[in-house]
């Protein structure tokens, strides 16, 4: 049985390095719609047995019940270390074989990205595919019952790395330059905005790629 797992911080609180380019509103509209899209993403994968959001955001939960995915609540935001060491362990829990991680603001990615991690992971104890500066880690798969000490944010590919190494895991890395797209800073929207105006297939049935639209965020941020 294998578990996908998205964890969600509070819509209010989400996306603080984009105060200087959107307001609170827009900061939260950009939460909702790059969730919708990983969520429906996700829930075309057929070969993930269960999807499980880490989260008390109301919207959210309202957002996985329409994609028919579970909730694991939390009290407070903890961060996304925590929120995922939590999911994991519940997974170890309940059976799961394997557990694939991934942010909810990754809105480029496609579930023939999903499907990759997944055949990868036929062959190997640690899937990694790295953000697209190379630091951070977008998706993490890993088999269960092995443990890996985890720490989600700046550099925390080089870590997750490192501790497979040293307990001698085997770990393939996945250059998927949709998923390694994660919206955290100004540039990141001028990125997105970019790759939407270079091949509008990306933004069929996209939410992100509608309020783009809607909020004139192409030409804004191109």
Do not use: C
């Amino acid at each position: 049985m294998i578990w996908a797992v998205v964890p969600v911080k509070d819509f209010q609180t989400a996306k603080q390095r984009l105060r200087a380019v959107l307001t609170p509103n827009e900061r939260q509209a950009l939460a909702r719609a790059m969730l919708e899209d990983v969520l429906a993403a996700l829930a075309q994968v057929r070969e993930l047995d269960r999807l499980v959001l880490v989260t008390r955001e109301p919207h959210a939960v309202t957002l996985a019940r329409r994609f028919g995915a579970f909730i694991l609540s939390e009290p407070s935001n903890r961060g996304q270390t925590a929120a995922v060491e939590r999911a994991f362990a519940q997974a170890r829990r309940q059976g799961a074989s394997a557990v694939l991680a991934l942010p909810g603001d990754v809105p480029l990615i496609a579930p023939t990205d999903v499907e990759a991690i997944l055949r990868a992971g036929e062959r190997a104890d640690l899937v990694l595919v790295p953000s697209r500066d190379g630091r951070g880690t977008n998706a993490m798969w890993l088999r269960l019952p092995l443990g890996l000490p985890l720490r989600f944010g700046e550099d925390s590919f080089r870590f997750h790395h490192r501790a497979a190494q040293e307990r001698a895991l085997r770990t393939i890395v996945l250059d998927l330059p949709r998923v390694a797209l994660d919206v955290d800073a100004p540039e990141d929207l001028g990125e997105l905005a970019r790759r939407y105006s270079a091949a509008p297939e990306l933004a069929l049935r996209s939410p992100t790629a509608a309020l783009f639209e809607e909020r004139g965020w192409l030409a804004r941020f191109k």
